[in-house]
C-alpha cells in the first residue's frame, strides 16, 4: 500500500527524475529552489534516553551475509525518508554505509547512527580505538549510539565481568570525550546489567535485544524500563517465522496492513525503539508506514500471547 506523498516530495522526484527539462521550471517558480532538493524525512516520533537525547522510534538495520545493499539504503534514506541507521563492526558494510550517506546528500546532524563494538576489541585501550576506527571507516566524527555487541569476552583468561566492565569504562570516556552522543549494550540480560551498574558510572542509555511477537522478555523490559534504560528490539519480523502465523495474519486482514506492518506496529506501540532490516525496497517502504494506524487493545493482547520464548538469533541465557 503506498502512501501519498506531499507536493514536496513529489517536487523532489520531479526534478532529480528529469533534472535539465525541470531546473528551469524551478528557477522561474522559486526563488531558492535548492531547498526542495533535499530528500524527505519520514514522520516519525521519537524516544527520549536518560540523558536527554531523542532517538526516532523506527530505524533500518543492516547486517552480515548479504545484509547490505547500497541500493535500498539509498532508497531508504532519499525516497523513504528513514534517518536511523543501526550497522556494527562485525557487518563488515562501515564504508559502505559512508559513501551512501555522503551521496544522499543529508546533513550529519539529520542522521541517527548506531554502531556497535565486537567482543574481539573489549578491553579499554582496544574499545576506544575500535570505536575511532569505525568513526573514520564510516567518515564520521561521531556516533549517536555507541553498543556493546555482546555480553561475553572472547578473551581467554578474563572474566566476563570483568571485560565488561573495563570495556564499558572506554565506553564511558568515549562518550565524556563527545565521541558517542549515547552509549548502550546488546543482548545484556538482567544480571549482565546489575553487574554494570555496580562496577560503572554511566548507566546504558539502550539495551538493544531479540523482540518480536515469540520473544517478549517482559522481565527484562520492565527492568530497563525501571532503571531508565530505553529498550530497542531487533528482528521485529522472526526472521520471517511470524509472517504466516494465522493470528497475525488476521489482524493485518482486518486492518488492511501486511503482517510485517502489523509485527512492526505492534513493536511500536509497545515502546520499543524497533529496527527491522530489509535489502528489498519494496520491504523498506512496507516496514516504513506504520505510523497511520493503530492496534487497539484486544490486537495488543493477542499479539502478546503469540509469545514461546524462541529465539531466531542468538541467545545470551548462558552467559555469566
Known amino acids: 500500500m503506498k502512501e501519498k506523498r506531499s ?54 538495520g543492516t547486517s552480515h551475509d548479504g545484509g547490505y545493499s547500497h541500493d535500498a539504503i539509498m532508497y531508504a534514506l532519499t ?33 541517527w547512527l548506531t554502531n556497535k563494538l565486537w567482543p574481539g576489541d573489549y578491553g579499554y585501550k582496544a574499545a576506544q580505538q575500535a570505536c575511532i576506527d569505525s568513526c573514520r571507516a564510516m567518515g564520521v566524527e561521531y556516533f549517536d549510539l555507541y553498543l556493546m555487541h555482546w555480553p561475553e569476552s572472547l578473551k581467554p583468561g578474563c572474566p566476563n565481568r570483568e571485560m565488561r566492565a573495563e570495556t564499558w569504562r572506554a565506553l564511558e570516556d568515549l562518550y565524556k570525550r563527545g565521541v558517542c552522543r549515547a552509549i548502550g549494550v546488546s543482548n545484556f540480560l538482567v544480571h549482565h546489567l546489575e553487574q554494570l551498574k555496580e562496577d ?34 531487533y528482528s521485529p519480523l522472526a526472521k520471517g517465522q511470524v509472517l504466516n502465523n494465522p493470528v497475525v495474519q488476521q489482524i493485518a486482514k482486518k486492518h ?20 527491522p532490516k530489509s535489502t528489498k525496497k519494496n520491504r523498506i517502504q512496507e516496514n516504513c508506514q506504520v505510523f497511520g494506524f493503530q492496534l487497539d ?23 555469566d
Open 7 to 60: 507536493p514536496e516530495v513529489n517536487l523532489f522526484w520531479m526534478v532529480h527524475s528529469k533534472p535539465e527539462q525541470n531546473f528551469e521550471w524551478l528557477k522561474t517558480n522559486f526563488s531558492k529552489p535548492r531547498m526542495y532538493l533535499l530528500p524527505p524525512t519520514l514522520s516519525c516520533p521519537t524516544v527520549q534516553l536518560s540523558n536527554g537525547v531523542e532517538i526516532p522510534i523506527l530505524g533500518l
Open 79 to 111: 525516497d523513504c525518508g528513514i534517518r536511523h541507521l543501526d550497522t556494527a563492526k562485525r557487518y563488515g558494510c562501515e564504508e559502505k554505509l559512508r559513501d551512501a550517506i555522503k551521496e544522499s546528500g543529508l546533513p550529519r546532524s539529520d542522521l
Open 200 to 233: 560503572c558510572s554511566v548507566v546504558p542509555h539502550v539495551n538493544q535485544v531479540e523482540y518480536h511477537p515469540y520473544q517478549q522478555p517482559k522481565g527484562l523490559m520492565e527492568y530497563c524500563r525501571s532503571g531508565g534504560i530505553v529498550f530497542e528490539g
Open 256 to 275: 488492511g496492513r501486511t503482517a510485517a506492518q502489523i509485527c512492526i506496529r505492534w513493536s511500536i506501540q509497545n515502546g520499543v525503539v524497533t529496527i
Open 297 to 319: 487493545e484486544e490486537d495488543m493482547a493477542t499479539l502478546g500471547g503469540l509469545q514461546d520464548g524462541r529465539h531466531v538469533t542468538w541467545d545470551p541465557t548462558n552467559v
